[in-house]
């Protein structure tokens, strides 16, 4: 694996090879946009009916429940990206003497409405993850989340965050009439993605509390050989702590 600093004022780093031989680019720069692309985002201005913004609000946990059940375990495939990304969860796993399958306690919840107190003690979490996550739940509703975390999280520790970036491919691969807000969009299938800029994240994190670690985008080239597809993803990871009141990394 190679890399290499594009600039001090960039931040950029570029990793020519990962695990399946994508390109990949990290940094503050929000991918720049063809003349098309920029052009067929301009145009489509016009969004969801207020009536239909409620109905799938309303009907958000439905939709992504039968999202699942068709899909199974089908959709996501393991990268092994998470590990190496995020090395605070390998190291978690391995140096807790205590950590055991048979100690993990399992719940669902509405993060947006259930109080996560309920099942977990105050300040007593060690990582928390928000991988593809965030950009499910409606914008109005993101700091609800981020507030029910900060309840339970150790002070000192850190929420880690991986989601879809500004202007990834799925961003722009929607139809016209798919717009919900800025940034904000709604599939065939009713379930609904944001796609997140990095100041819009650190401003989201702030207001309820936490210290922003890192925060950058991360950009890849995916490249299907057989059909000569070369798809840009942009992805935003981050790292926010809940601050202490003496020195400490996440």
Known sequence: MFQE??????????TTSTEDGAFQKKGHSARVLSPEEAEKLEKDQVLVSEFKQLKLEKEAQKNWDLFYKRNSTNFFKDRHWTTREFQELKACREKN????????????????????LDNIPADSVDVVTLIFVLSAIHPDKMHLVLRNIYKVLKPGKCVLFRDYGLYDHAMLRFKSGSKLGENFYVRQDGTRSYFFTEEFLFQLFKAEGYEQVVNEYVQRETVNRK?????????????????????SSC
């Open 97 to 116: 003497a205590l950590y055991s399958t048979e100690r993990c306690k399992v719940f669902q919840c509405d993060l947006t409405k259930d109080d996560l």
């Open 5 to 14: 600093k594009v600039s001090a004022n960039c931040l950029n780093i570029v």
């Open 227 to 247: 059909e000569d597809l070369h798809v840009p993803r942009v992805f935003l990871q981050s790292k926010f702590q809940k601050p202490f009141s003496e020195t």
